[in-house]
């Protein structure tokens, strides 16, 4: 079962959030595509996605599997963070220097994992505005982004957090992974689809 709830919080900003419990329902995936697609076709800058997380802990591989199979998927834009070469703590300042120094002032599109409440694992939300890895396991790094996807892949434990991102469930993070894989390769190719 899903819920999705869609909220207009002005008139050029866009707050989503779709939950899930294991089973997809093909109308929110394409609800929350068509939020997207929205939001995309909103810029005239370069979008580049950027997929923020580390294969070495269960609940952060979020970031590089979506950014593995949006590679697959050849999405028409630019990808950063793969389980092959993922964008982490340790050199997230060096590829936000790189992708500044080679499209100049981008839209970045930041793909992110994140813990939350119990009864709130599974959801994903669309966001505008810049997010901070590393925020939940007191790891703060620069803000990153001018809209955002985050999925809350396992509850926060306030005394350690690192555990909850080690104890996550890969089942979790893989159907995940998926969703949001679908909802952007969808929305990346109606966008770059020439007008009829």
């Known amino acids: 079962m899903w819920s999705f709830l869609f909220k207009k919080k002005s008139k050029d900003r866009i707050e989503s959030v779709l939950s899930f419990q294991i089973s997809t329902k093909e109308s929110e995936i394409e609800k929350i595509s068509n939020i997207l697609k929205e939001v995309l076709r909103q810029t005239s800058k370069e979008i580049i996605f950027l997929c923020v997380g580390s294969d070495r802990s269960t609940g952060d591989s979020l970031g590089p599997m979506v950014g593995t199979m949006l590679k697959e998927k050849n999405i028409p834009y630019p990808v950063y963070g793969t389980l092959e070469e993922p964008v982490h703590a340790l050199n997230i300042k060096k590829v936000l220097k790189d992708i500044h120094k080679t499209y100049g002032e981008p839209f970045i599109f930041g793909i992110d994992a994140c813990l939350g409440d119990e ?18 396991v007191n790891n703060v790094l620069p803000s990153v ?49 020439p007008a009829k």
């Open 119 to 136: 009864g709130k694992i599974g959801s994903i939300f669309i966001k505008e505005g810049a997010f901070i890895p590393g925020n939940a």
């Open 145 to 193: 982004g001018n809209y955002h996807i985050k999925a809350i892949v396992n509850y926060l434990d306030p005394i350690s957090p690192v555990q909850s991102l080690n104890s996550t469930r890969l089942y979790t993070v893989k159907i995940l992974a998926e969703i949001i894989t679908e909802i952007i390769t969808r929305a990346a190719f109606d966008v770059r689809e």
